[in-house]
């Protein structure tokens, strides 16, 4: 069976980002970005991005976010959209409709919203 940890998403270290908004930063309007983005601080607007995106455990994103995968360790409020892989990690909370190729929810994790799976090519 095909293990979603397995992807080097969740290897990626300090270094394979180009960009970490880290804790004690605030940021308020919109984010675009083509390289691997952390996010750390607290975030309002909107992000769009044709890469990965992370939110580590201490962020707070009040955004709606399009990216490539979403791995969400901390708390986002708003409607996400990944062309291939949302992830909610047991620490994290996600308010907000989803939509994914696909969605993985470990146990632990609080997800409120709607849940829409759609093929990549869609």
């Known amino acids: 069976m095909f293990d979603v940890k397995e992807s080097d998403f969740f290897d990626l270290e300090d270094a394979a980002f180009d960009t970490i908004i880290e804790p004690g930063i605030k940021f308020t309007g919109n984010i675009k970005f083509v390289k691997p983005f952390m996010i750390r601080g607290k975030v309002n607007g909107k992000i769009d991005a044709t890469s990965d995106l992370v939110i580590d455990s201490c962020a707070e994103v009040n955004a709606d976010i399009n990216s490539v995968r979403v791995l969400?360790?901390?708390?986002?409020?708003?409607?996400?959209?990944?062309?291939?892989?949302?992830?909610v990690s047991a620490s994290g909370v996600l308010d907000g409709d989803i939509t994914a190729a696909q969605v993985v929810l470990e146990p632990g994790s609080t997800f409120t919203g709607k849940c829409t799976m759609v093929r990549e090519n869609e």
């Open 72 to 87: 969400v360790k901390g708390t986002v409020h708003g409607n996400v959209t990944a062309k291939q892989l949302i992830f």
